[in-house]
T-cell receptor
């Protein structure tokens, strides 16, 4: 899991509440990513950021929001508009944006919304 | 559109035997290909990647993968499996973007 930390490891929320997942990296990486993992579906990209103060929507951005105010931090907010938020959320970073760079992943946050 | 397929949900192998986890891809042009491993309730760990050059790529923990352009495959291999290799393995592809496309994963079970 390298130099990427995600907190908390487990998170429980009531339906209708917004919740923010933390992601911090000390690898001095420019690019950061948020994925959602559901059983049998692999990983799906929510948002990504190539540089500070800039981010782009991934394939499933609806109901989520992000910010990138610092190079080392890329928090994800799961809003009440996300219809099925219960999932395992993974944050990743890479040295730079670009197709040849491998991504390094944090340990994940398992979110349960009831 | 880019895509990657892992045709086997699960692969079972006896400890000490060789293992293969299959991956095929679809992308226009030259692909960048990756393998990751995930242990239970953990993040993904990078194993190896193919960018260009030698078709046989060596990675972490004794794993290797062979790029086959004509068959559009990038199968993960290890000569002698260990029980500790049991995990979920993901193949991923990228080309000319910074967005990885992941397969659905293959669960490797190594029996003692």
């Amino acid at each position: 899991d390298g130099g990427i930390t995600q907190s908390p490891k487990y998170l429980f929320r009531k339906e209708g509440q917004n919740v923010t997942l933390s992601c911090e990296q000390n690898l001095n990486h420019d690019a950061m990513y948020w994925y959602r993992q559901d059983p049998g579906q692999g990983l799906r990209l929510i948002y990504y950021s190539q540089i500070v103060n800039d981010f782009q929507k991934g394939d499933i951005a609806e109901g989520y929001s992000v910010s990138r105010e610092k190079k080392e931090s890329f928090p994800l907010t799961v809003t009440s508009a996300q219809k099925n938020p219960t999932a395992f959320y993974l944050c990743a970073s890479s040295a730079a944006s670009g197709a040849s760079y491998e991504q390094y992943f944090g340990p994940g946050t398992r979110l349960t919304v009831t | 559109a880019q895509s990657v397929a892992q045709p086997e949900d699960q692969v079972n192998v006896a400890e000490g035997n060789p293992l293969t986890v299959k991956c095929t891809y679809s992308v226009s042009g030259n692909p960048y290909l990756f393998w990751y491993v995930q242990y239970p309730n953990r993040g993904l760990q990078f194993l190896l990647k193919y960018i260009t050059g030698d078709n046989l790529v060596k990675g972490s923990y004794g794993f290797e993968a062979e790029f086959n352009k004509s068959q559009t495959s990038f199968h993960l291999k290890k000569p002698s499996a260990l029980v500790s290799d049991s995990a979920l393995y993901f193949c991923a592809v990228n080309r000319a973007t910074d967005k990885l496309i992941f397969g659905t994963g293959t669960r490797l079970q190594v029996f003692p």
